[in-house]
């Protein structure tokens, strides 16, 4: 079983550049959700999806977009890079709102420079 | 302030000590509360869920709630190298489904 996937695993992007984060998830899943983790700030929610069809912004969304592309994927885009975003990026879904076993991917790193 | 405080850490332990990781909160709605463990360049994995106050225990892992001090406690028992991770505890209301706020997390080193 491989939960959720995430690509790439490491990014180095030019500030201004556009890149798509990519994550996949094999349990039949309702809920899937876009963290950031950086130093002394805990995971902080970016965007959500409760369901396949429906996104909804979080914490800090500015700067990203999103897209639920069916039950199974969802796709977080940075159109613009800037040097703030320098996090390391996880995915999670969940079998609905109201589980509370979340379920991460093992992260993406990327560095704006 | 934030919301919910965790003190970094690192904590260091002998192997087959008790450790007792914690964390305080301002919010008195908070009701959800849950603790993740994150080996390094990994992502996290949920260890224990609680709902509003008292104790959940699950093999060398107990969780205990105390809503009146607002503080939560994650111990380990009988702990091993293995156990060498960061804690993440994180916590709602019961509103804002999703709105999970999560601590920093603290660093643990079992050691040998």
């Known amino acids: 079983n491989a939960g959720v996937t995430q690509t790439p695993k490491f990014q180095v992007l030019k500030t201004g550049q556009s890149m798509t984060l990519q994550c996949a998830q094999d349990m039949n899943h309702n809920s899937m959700y876009w963290y950031r983790q950086d130093p002394g700030m805990g995971l902080r929610l970016i965007y959500y999806?409760?369901?396949?069809?429906?996104?909804d912004k979080g914490e800090v969304p500015n700067g990203y977009n999103v897209s639920r592309l069916n039950k199974r994927e969802f796709s977080l885009r940075l159109e613009s890079a800037a040097p703030s975003q320098t996090s390391v990026y996880f995915c999670?879904?969940?079998?609905?709102?109201?589980?509370?076993?979340?379920?991460f991917g093992s992260g993406t790193r990327l560095t704006v420079v | 302030q934030k919301e919910v405080e965790q003190d970094p850490g690192p904590l260091s332990v002998p192997e087959g000590a008790i450790v007792s990781l914690n964390c305080t909160y301002s919010?008195?709605?908070?009701?959800?509360f849950m603790w993740y463990r994150q080996y390094s360049r990994k992502g996290p994995e949920l260890l224990m869920y609680?709902?509003?106050?008292g104790n959940k225990e699950d093999g060398r892992f107990t969780a205990q709630v105390d809503k009146s001090s607002k503080y939560i406690s994650l111990f380990i028992r009988d702990s091993q190298p293995s156990d060498s991770a960061t804690y993440l505890c994180?916590?709602?209301?019961?509103?804002?489904?999703?709105?999970?706020?999560f601590g920093t997390g603290t660093r643990l080193k079992v050691l040998a």
């Open positions: 919010n008195s709605a908070f009701q959800y």
């Open positions: 609680t709902y509003s106050s």
């Open positions: 999670a879904s969940s079998e609905s709102a109201n589980n509370y076993g979340y379920t």
């Open positions: 999806s409760a369901s396949e069809g429906t996104t």
């Open positions: 994180a916590m709602r209301g019961t509103s804002g489904t999703y709105k999970y706020i």
